[in-house]
């Protein structure tokens, strides 16, 4: 008995052993997945921000449009030039490039500001669970070279050494996707910010993935070499058979056959190609590889008409083009934006030329042709647009209701007549187009 009771004390004490080594390796488990969730989540909590550093900005005014368009033709002037090129932006051109950002890119909010001695980027990016990614970077002072920047990401701010890190890394990821970026202290030789300006001594390649590439932030997949074969097949029926009719173009774009690409991605190489074919070369930068690749058919940019007007067909023909390249928002919002900027006065500082005035007749162009091309895109409407658009009216492009919008008001003329263009008169406006579009354009239900 005495034994069976020592047997027993032996094996509880050996069950209880058992349940405290369990215990502590449950313990050091639990501990070690805490450790490793908290250094997951960390990073998530350090690195986002419950509210966005830029507040929400209304949409542009003609003058911010005006200024950020002319400071995206200066930079765009310092492409090429090898011994590098003097670009100065004043507090209106960095604000204006901002406000058609933030625009452009919604819900991104984007702010960049002179303050002092130093320029600052701001932008605000919305995440789940209410998060947002907020970055700043800051340059001031006078520089030979890539100027010293500092950079924080939501909690983390950066020294100058690794801000730069950074910066080189992006570069180099860029280059990975086929940019010719060069190096820092080549991209930027001198810098300085005084008198709430920016100015500085840049050297951009022709071929820069800076500018002309802008756009790859809401980049659409393009299928490059549907764009060239569309493109070749147009200019080659062009040279033997020259129209100026913009309804036969499109005829001829949309009833080629889709070959090896689907009927979504055949639409959007055909806006694109249309675009380069019609517009402007450069349309093809949604597409780069296509642009390298129509060297052996290119065919100077044909103008065409509808109802006997050459600058409705270019306003419906690029705005097609950049939905397909990429999406409605930034196609809506750049149509907006050039008639906002020939609303100005042509006394205005950022006024580039005599300007024609705002227009709702062209501005119904730029609604055709995207929603157009929205609705070619779209994989269950891609095939019935298609065909519709192979033998298209130009009343199915462009209704001749829509024509006749009033033309040629100054911005004093349209804030009295419409506020702006987040305004309900604007958008009031702008439903009534998409509603006579939605009757009697391509993307109409009717047969």
Not at 127 to 147: C, D, H, K, Q, Y
Not at 291 to 308: E, F, L, N
Not at 382 to 388: G, H, N, T
């Amino acid at each position: 008995m005495r034994l069976s009771a020592a047997g027993a004390l032996v094996r509880t004490a050996a069950i209880f052993e058992t349940l405290r080594v369990k215990s502590a390796r449950k313990r050091r488990f639990w501990i070690a997945a805490a450790v490793l969730a908290g250094s997951c989540v960390a990073p998530w909590f350090l690195l986002t921000s419950p509210a966005p550093v830029v507040p929400l900005r209304p949409a542009p005014t003609a003058e911010q449009v005006g200024a950020g368009r002319d400071a995206y033709r200066k930079l765009r002037g310092a492409k090429g030039d090898r011994n590098g090129k003097w670009v100065t932006l004043g507090p209106a051109q960095l604000d204006g490039l901002g406000a058609l950002a933030s625009h452009g890119l919604r819900p991104d909010r984007v702010n960049i500001l002179s303050h002092g001695s130093a320029v600052i980027f701001q932008a605000s990016r919305p995440l789940v669970l209410g998060r947002w990614v907020n970055i700043t970077l800051s340059a001031s002072g006078a520089s030979e070279g890539f100027p010293k920047t500092h950079l924080k990401i939501g909690a983390v701010s950066l020294p100058p050494r690794l801000s730069r890190l950074a910066i080189e890394s992006a570069r180099s990821i860029l280059r990975l996707r086929g940019a010719d970026v060069p190096p820092l202290d080549q991209l930027v030789r001198k810098f300085s910010v005084q008198n709430g300006g920016v100015s500085a001594l840049i050297r951009l390649p022709r071929k820069s993935g800076v500018i002309d590439e802008m756009a790859g932030a809401v980049a659409l997949p393009v299928d490059s070499k549907a764009v060239v074969r569309v493109y070749c097949a147009l200019a080659d029926r062009q040279r033997k058979k020259p129209s100026a009719q913009f309804a036969d173009q499109v005829h001829r774009a949309f009833s080629l056959n889709v070959g090896e690409s689907s009927q979504v991605d055949f639409n959007r190489a055909a806006f694109i190609a249309l675009g380069m074919l019609l517009v402007d070369q450069r349309v093809g930068d949604f597409a780069p590889a296509a642009t390298r690749q129509v060297d052996r058919c290119r065919i100077a940019v044909i103008p065409t008409s509808i109802y006997g007007r050459f600058d409705w067909t270019k306003h419906w023909t690029l705005s097609a083009a950049i939905a397909a390249g990429a999406g409605a928002q930034l196609s809506a919002a750049a149509g907006e934006w050039k008639e906002l900027a020939d609303s100005l006065d042509k006394n205005s500082q950022v006024s580039l030329r005599d300007p024609s005035g705002f227009s709702m007749a062209d501005l119904a162009a730029d609604r055709a042709g995207f929603r157009t091309a929205v609705a070619a895109v779209n994989a269950a409407k891609a095939r019935s647009v298609a065909r519709k658009l192979a033998a298209a009216t130009a009343e199915q492009l462009l209704p001749h209701v829509l024509i006749e919008r009033e033309e040629g008001l100054t911005s004093a003329e349209f804030v009295s007549r419409y506020g702006g263009v987040d305004d309900a008169r604007f958008k009031a406006r702008v439903r009534v187009i998409d509603q006579v579009l939605d009757r009697n354009g391509v993307q109409s239900e009717k047969k």
